[in-house]
């Protein structure tokens, strides 16, 4: 009896935004994704409760409650989160816009290694008596505490390009935690490494941002998915928590995607990236990009029967599984894309 082909799930956040308002008008001209037309209009639509960032997609997709980003993207870097709390951190640039201070992040704010050193060393040694320690693990960051703080954070996706106000922590130790943060603050735009980063023309690291605290979850080593291809940290730090196996570095394109007889998970990343730096034109080019080597490679693979079914889970809560089936539902005329993507109400 031959085994029937297995199921791919690929996580793209933002694919289908929210966009920052007036988007369409910068729309790159040619950029028509009928591919991905076809598998939004012929697939089968449903409602998600998890939100679009990728760890509430990770965690609703997985079976669990919530996913902990700090601890598990560390574990995915390679680093031992051991039984202490940590939160995943990033350095940010905020920029004063009349009486509100703008959060800006991604890779132009990413520090080089020795920049990286410099900085966390100066905040270790200020904060060593709060028992507070900032840990740099695979060029990414991350905030050891020494017990459970009270308050709720933001993820950095979320709050990217925002006034930073609207989205400090909540909860009793809330005051307390955004007065870490402006000292925090004041450390950073001090230091020497920012009069050199400013000399090259690039922007100062005055600020930093923590979200996804939480401890390493405990749970029992089994998943639907059987393989993860992806570089996102959390991503590879479920694969190790749950014990799938993973594939690096992170496919290109679907039709790199070689089946294990189960279920795969993929996570493509570039429509976030380009969000979470305000590069319109750059989520543009990544939509033009997951057209011709995804959204094509699916129509393919689902019509010659290499995947039973592909999952999309572009964010916002919304989720779609197409399978060869739903394709030839040719009376379900193909909407435009615009129908699909969202726009920030702001």
Known sequence: MVAAAPELHIIAPTLLGPL???????????????????????????????????????????????????????????????????FRAAPIHLYPDRDRLLLLAGAQLQPREDEARILIDEFNALFQEDDLELVAQGGAWFLRTPHEPAIQTQPLERVCGRYMDEYLPVGPQARTWIAFLNEAQMLLHSSAVNRRREARGELPINGLWLWGGGYLPRCKKYSLIEAVYADAAEACGVAKLLGIKALLPAAKRL????????????????????????????????????????????????????????HLYPGSGQSWRITAADLRRFWRRRRAFTHWVTEEQM
């Open 20 to 86: 920052p308002r007036g988007a369409f008008q910068t729309q790159v001209e040619g950029v028509r994704p009928s591919a991905l037309e076809t598998l939004l209009t012929r697939g089968r639509l449903s409602r998600c409760r998890q939100s679009g960032e990728l760890s509430a997609v990770l965690a609703g997709l997985l079976g669990l409650e919530s996913l902990p980003v700090g601890p598990v993207a560390l574990l995915g870097m390679g680093g031992d989160p051991g039984e202490s709390y940590w």
């Open 255 to 310: 039709a790199q995607i070689k089946t294990t007889g189960g279920p795969t998970l993929a996570v493509w990343l570039r429509s976030q990236a380009a969000l979470v730096q305000g590069d319109i034109d750059q989520w543009w080019q990544a939509l033009a990009a997951f057209e011709e080597s995804w959204a094509a490679d699916a129509l393919v693979a689902l019509r010659t029967g290499a995947w039973r079914a592909v």
